[in-house]
């Protein structure tokens, strides 16, 4: 089946340490997308791709850096810059750019600090 | 200032009942809307859209209206049911010299009572 998978479901930072979280497509999807929810908030934009090997900063995009090497994947990496990371941060994708319509979500990471 | 926002937080309705979940928005330029659906540890999943250009469009027990003159939209669910339960996002397409941009409003939780 199609879809986009991310990983971890959980994940627990200790102070100082960069994390990375995973997110990959099957649906030969050129761009891809990471948001950020906070409990009673909308999602925030971190990061988009909308080619391999090229991204763009969203909203809130400090303390957090991407990469897109492959079409199928974008790891979303939270380094130690991001002071407030605790957050539930979902991965999205669509054709294209244009079609934000049809933009597809995973299921999630929970991110938490130790 | 731009936002999407949403008149109620929180929803309550019993099984069987219509329920309405508001919206509104701020800038005019906004050429579509989507709402999504989330359930709880999940991503957002597309419930239905509306272009700009309309004023209703209905789906299987779902109808979006939107009104430009106030700049607000709703969500209509027909008879709900407990699986209705979950949180219901708005989200608006801005455009701004050529760039798209989905801005989400923060969500309302609707809780179908037995």
């Known amino acids: 089946d199609g879809g986009i998978t991310q990983s971890p479901k959980y994940l627990f930072r200790k102070e100082g340490q960069n994390v990375t979280l995973s997110c990959e497509q099957n649906?030969?999807?050129?761009?891809m997308y990471w948001y950020r929810q906070d409990p009673g908030q909308g999602l925030r934009l971190i990061y988009y791709?909308?080619?391999?090997?090229?991204?763009q900063k969203g909203d809130i995009a400090e303390g957090y850096s991407v990469s897109r090497e492959k079409k199928e994947s974008f790891p979303l990496t939270v380094t130690s810059a991001q002071k407030n990371p605790t957050a539930f941060y979902l991965c999205?994708?669509?054709?294209?750019?244009?079609?934000?319509?049809?933009?597809?979500f995973g299921s999630g990471t929970q991110l938490s600090v130790l | 200032g731009e936002s999407v926002g949403l008149h109620l937080p929180t929803l309550s309705v019993q099984e069987g009942d219509n329920s309405i979940i508001n919206c509104a928005y701020s800038?005019?330029?906004?050429?579509?809307f989507i709402w999504y659906k989330q359930e709880s540890g999940k991503g957002p999943q597309f419930i239905i859209d509306?272009?700009?250009?309309?004023d209703k469009r209905q789906g299987q027990r779902v109808t979006v209206l939107l009104n430009k003159t106030v700049k607000h939209l709703s969500l209509q669910i027909a008879a709900t049911q407990p699986g209705d339960s979950a949180v219901y996002f708005c989200?608006?397409?801005?455009?701004?010299?050529?760039?798209?941009?989905?801005?989400f409003g923060q969500g309302t939780r609707l809780t179908i009572n037995p």
């Open positions: 999205a994708s669509t054709l294209r750019h244009s079609q934000l319509e049809k933009l597809l």
């Open positions: 649906l030969n999807h050129d761009a």
């Open positions: 791709s909308q080619i391999v090997n090229d991204f």
């Open positions: 800038n005019s330029a906004s050429d579509y």
């Open positions: 509306i272009r700009s250009n309309m």
């Open positions: 989200a608006e397409n801005r455009s701004n010299q050529g760039a798209q941009k989905l801005v």
